[in-house]
């Protein structure tokens, strides 16, 4: 006879990995959040020596917790999730916060922006300069609409 096994867990591998993660990501969103408008940055010195000193609302800390979540997700191989991904900046590792700690605006580049296609959203962090630019879906209507309009 052969030895029974135990069922293996379905739970997640290195769950103690995510948690970390997890906790890292949401303690330097509290402290990008939770800082006063008169505190200053100083960005790291392998960035632009033009951002040396910037205005920004966020501590130095909440920079430390998001450069050791990178670390962490890098030494453990993990994958973050690309919305946790789109709110960090890959420079300087700061929680972007719209208003706070990024601009959002939305581009065309077609000739004219005739193209809806074309929008792009760009992120630029406030403390290194950096931009992200994802594509944005454009609004298409719907057949009930189409319906609508033909009759």
Not at 15 to 38: C, D, E, I, V
Not at 82 to 105: F, P, W
Request: glycine share 4%; net charge positive.
């Amino acid at each position: 006879m052969s030895k029974v096994k135990p069922p293996k867990s379905k739970g997640i591998p290195s769950k103690h990995l995510h948690a970390r993660t997890a906790f890292l990501y949401q303690a330097a969103t509290y402290l990008t959040l939770q800082t006063s408008p008169n505190d200053t940055v100083q960005t790291p010195e392998h960035l632009d020596q033009t951002h040396s000193q910037c205005s920004v609302d966020c501590s130095p800390i909440s920079l430390q917790l998001g450069s050791d979540l990178q670390q962490v997700s890098r030494k453990a191989q993990l994958r973050l999730s690309v919305e946790l991904k789109r709110t960090i900046c890959k420079r300087c590792n700061t929680v972007l916060i719209h208003g706070r700690t990024a601009t959002q605006t939305i581009e065309n580049a077609s000739k004219g922006g005739k193209k809806p296609w074309a929008d792009v959203l760009v992120l630029e962090c406030k403390v290194c300069g950096g931009k992200k630019k994802f594509p944005v879906e454009p609004l298409t209507s719907t057949s009930t609409e189409l319906d609508s309009n033909t009759c």
